[in-house]
């Protein structure tokens, strides 16, 4: 057993959209193919992942430092107790050599892409959905057979009308969503109030809709936009500041009731214990959002959650960042809050498999080994491209 190449192409998400902070036309980014020399079906096991959205290819990284070390090192030191498969996280620790403490957006999404890679090999060769490997491991055997999902929209477009935005809630509302969540920051706050009322309007209540500033404001302007959307009693309102600013999220925390969310743009453990222990987060109610696959990985993020169970923080509060299949693979596995989806936005990167249904809100998970990449065949296309 033992890996015989890793591969990495960046690939361009071609997106016109916007956030309150930056728009995505320059956005890329790196898929990933682990191929190893155990064979199933006469085929080499492949495994295959990309480092979610909204961060840019980190192929150089990749090939200058973290593949060279996974590929001198001993086979024999890459392998699980059993020796009959790959084991994550003494590979983690191989690309970790010679790396300076701290610094870790720079090396902890080209490791974490390539760890959960590893991931989706290490399922296939034990012949299990990715969820259930992780479930017996660290849920204590509960395997589940469906997730809740949301959808992430409500983006800023060049000649986006109120009229618009309200269709495309209907549309997710139409195909089984139950909870929305929409842009703001990006326009004047009685503008983005605007569009808000629209997208009650199809929602009913607040407590199908989040809002998503994108780390956009100040001081001033994140306590403004938390007066305006304390009546709306939202699901939550996520990233009004800078993720590192745990001073004003602990402000904002002692004076806007309903939920906040924050965590996407965190990459440690080291900085997720920071934000639970000085960013004022309630355990009843707010929201974490590692994204796995950017912040070093599954078993890192293992670690991550066992910090959070020691602050005796739920795990219905998490909810990993990043609308795709190893989001919901890692939710369900974990057994978390739920799964993020953004259905034709990001190209031949967003939703799930193909024959993906949602009912009221949740999603049935595949039943293919691994993470499940080969069930939505755009974007397995693009990976197939690494190995062809």
């Known amino acids: 057993m033992r890996i015989v190449d890793i591969r990495e192409r960046a690939v361009a998400l071609n997106s016109r959209l916007s956030n309150s902070s930056f728009d995505f036309s320059e956005m890329t980014t790196s898929v ?3 191929i190893t020399d155990c064979i199933r079906d006469g085929m080499p096991v492949i495994g295959f992942a990309f480092n979610s959205t ?13 593949i060279p070390r996974i590929l001198r090192a001993d086979p024999s030191s890459l392998l699980d107790h059993t020796g009959n498969n790959l084991d994550p996280e003494k590979i983690v620790a191989c690309m970790m050599q010679r790396e300076k403490a701290g610094g870790h ?34 849920n204590n055997g509960k395997i589940a057979d469906r997730v809740f999902c949301y959808v992430g929209g409500g983006w800023y477009f060049p000649g986006q009308t109120i009229q618009n935005l309200q269709d495309e809630m209907r549309r997710h509302l139409d195909a089984g969503y139950t909870m929305v969540k929409m842009k703001v920051g990006g326009l004047p ?13 199809v929602v009913g209540s607040g407590e199908h809709l989040a809002v998503d500033a994108n ?10 936009y938390a007066k305006a959307l304390a009546p709306f009693k939202l699901r939550w309102f996520e990233e009004p500041c800078d993720p590192l ?20 743009n965190l990459f440690s453990t080291q900085d997720v214990a920071n934000l639970v222990k000085f960013g004022g987060l309630r355990g ?24 959070l169970d020691s602050h005796q923080w739920r795990r219905s509060g998490l909810f990993p960042h990043g609308g795709n299949q190893m989001s919901l693979q890692i939710a369900a596995g974990f057994g978390l809050g739920g799964a993020e989806s953004y259905p034709g936005v990001f190209g031949d990167f967003g939703g799930f498999a193909d024959n993906a249904k949602l009912d009221s809100g949740m999603l049935n998970l595949p039943k293919r080994p691994g993470i499940g990449f080969e069930g939505q065949a755009l974007l397995y296309r693009i990976m197939s491209e690494l190995i062809a």
């Open 32 to 34: 990933v193919a682990v």
């Open 54 to 66: 909204g961060r840019y290819a980190c192929g150089a990284q990749m090939r200058e430092r973290f």
């Open 105 to 138: 957006s720079e090396r902890s999404i080209a490791i974490g892409t390539i760890e959960v890679a590893l991931w989706d090999a290490v399922a296939k060769i034990a012949n299990l959905p990715l969820h259930e490997l992780l479930a017996q491991r660290y």
């Open 189 to 201: 706050l009685s503008e983005d109030l605007k569009r808000l009322e629209a997208v009650m309007k």
């Open 215 to 224: 780390c956009k404001f100040d001081r001033a302007n994140a306590f403004a």
């Open 245 to 264: 600013d745990y001073g004003l999220m602990s402000e904002l925390a002692q004076h806007y009731e309903s939920p906040l969310a924050t965590g996407e």
């Open 284 to 307: 009843d109610r707010d929201v974490i959002q590692v994204d796995p696959p950017q912040a070093y990985g599954i078993a890192q993020y293992a670690r991550t959650l066992s910090m």
